[in-house]
């Protein structure tokens, strides 16, 4: 599965299954304006996926600090912030928010916190700091890395 010799269609074929949408998207005005104000922290394979499809440049090294940890996450980047480090208020507009407010991204590897946003209802409680946590592993410090590789 995270073999970096695959097809780049195979890879497709790989990010629809693990990314595949939740929800529909929707066009209402409070869902595009969610990824106007904020980009969506995927796990670390759906950024690998990214990464292998050839979106480095699109995506950003964000941040989680907490009282005992610090975490890199590599995510899609808001606007202007593509291949670097997040500013220190990550908001801002999303680069994948096409020009009709919807995601470029939505079908082929929209992240975990985009696939569970709704304009009905919150997040599960803590959701953003559990996908934070899955970057504290080797996986996600290699993704991190592999980020830091392709955006030099």
Partial sequence: MWSARSRPQERKGEMKQICRP???ACACEDCKAMCDRRTCWPLPQEAFLLLEMGYANR???DYWTGEEENIDIVCPAIVNYGGQ????WPIGRCTFLTSDGMCEIHDIGKPIEGRIARCT???PN?????VAKTWNSLEGK??????R???K
Avoid: C, K, N
């Avoid at 480090?85 to 220190?88: I, M």
């Fill in 59 to 61: 995506l950003m090294l």
């Fill in 22 to 24: 939740i929800y529909g």
């Fill in 126 to 130: 803590g959701f953003h700091y559990r």
């Fill in 142 to 147: 290699r993704i991190v890395s592999m980020w």
């Fill in 85 to 88: 480090q997040a500013p220190f």
């Fill in 121 to 123: 209802q919150e997040p």
């Fill in 149 to 151: 590789d392709q955006t």
